[in-house]
């Protein structure tokens, strides 16, 4: 929430490397317990989460810069009603 609206007003090429980077945030921030209860070395965690962070990042990327627009102008159509 906090990273979608500081880049809320940049062009929609910011927006989608915002959403490229989140997936990593959003995946390193699991860290932290599953050290805790696993004992995995942090190393070892990262390397094995890029792969998926690359793919959801991948993901995250591509949605934002070609569905953007076209959900924005559905919410707010759907808002006007």
Avoid: C
């Amino acid at each position: 929430m906090v990273i979608a609206k500081s880049v809320k007003n940049y062009i929609i090429e910011v927006q989608a490397l915002a959403g490229f980077l989140f997936a990593f945030i959003y995946g390193l921030s699991f860290y932290p317990l599953t050290g805790i209860i696993y004992q995995i070395p942090f190393t070892a965690y990262v390397i094995a989460d890029f792969p998926f962070a690359l793919i959801m990042g991948g993901v995250n990327f591509l949605t934002i810069l070609w569905l953007r627009d076209i959900i924005y102008t559905s919410i707010s159509y759907e808002n006007r009603l």
